[in-house]
């Protein structure tokens, strides 16, 4: 029985279980976006978290903590200096967690799983959206009414 037990094996053991947050929470972390089933995204999220506020505080104890976590040196580095400038005010939700449908061979569902301030498309979008947009047409002061030229009859002229 599995009471009170809330991690989501994965269908493996521990050690492999284990192998492969690591490898992903790397792979996450220095390509900042990262394809997976939604299970083993979600799994992820709870792992990684963590690491990104320890990496907040840069001290030798938490760089020690992270690197038992993820056994790689350039991950380790790049949390700490590259990721860890960006969420630095951040109070949490690091991560999101996009469903992109299912995959071909085993209709397994897929999601994709990236760091939230490193999606330059949204936060751009987002720094758009300041701006009062109508839809109605605004007329240019320019184009306002112009005199239409008088046009004169030949009865007129005589």
Not at 61 to 71: A, I, K
Not at 133 to 144: E, L, V
């Amino acid at each position: 029985m599995r009471h009170g037990n809330k991690v989501n094996n994965l269908s493996r053991k521990k050690g492999h279980r284990e192998a492969l947050l690591k490898n992903l929470a790397a792979a996450l972390i220095t390509h900042k976006r990262i394809n997976t089933t939604v299970a083993k995204a979600k799994a992820l999220r709870v792992y990684v978290e963590p690491l990104i506020t320890k990496a907040k505080d840069n001290s030798t104890h938490n760089r020690r903590v992270v690197f038992s976590y993820l056994q790689d040196k350039t991950a380790v580095h790049e949390l700490f200096s590259v990721v860890a400038e960006k969420v630095g005010d951040r109070p949490g939700g690091y991560t999101r967690i996009i469903k992109t449908g299912f995959r071909r061979g085993d209709a397994a569902d897929m999601a994709m799983i990236e760091l939230v301030d490193f999606n330059e498309a949204l936060l751009g979008a987002k720094a758009d959206s300041g701006k009062k947009r109508t839809r109605r047409g605004r007329r240019k002061s320019s184009d306002a009414v112009v005199a239409a030229p008088q046009v004169v009859s030949q009865d007129q002229e005589e």
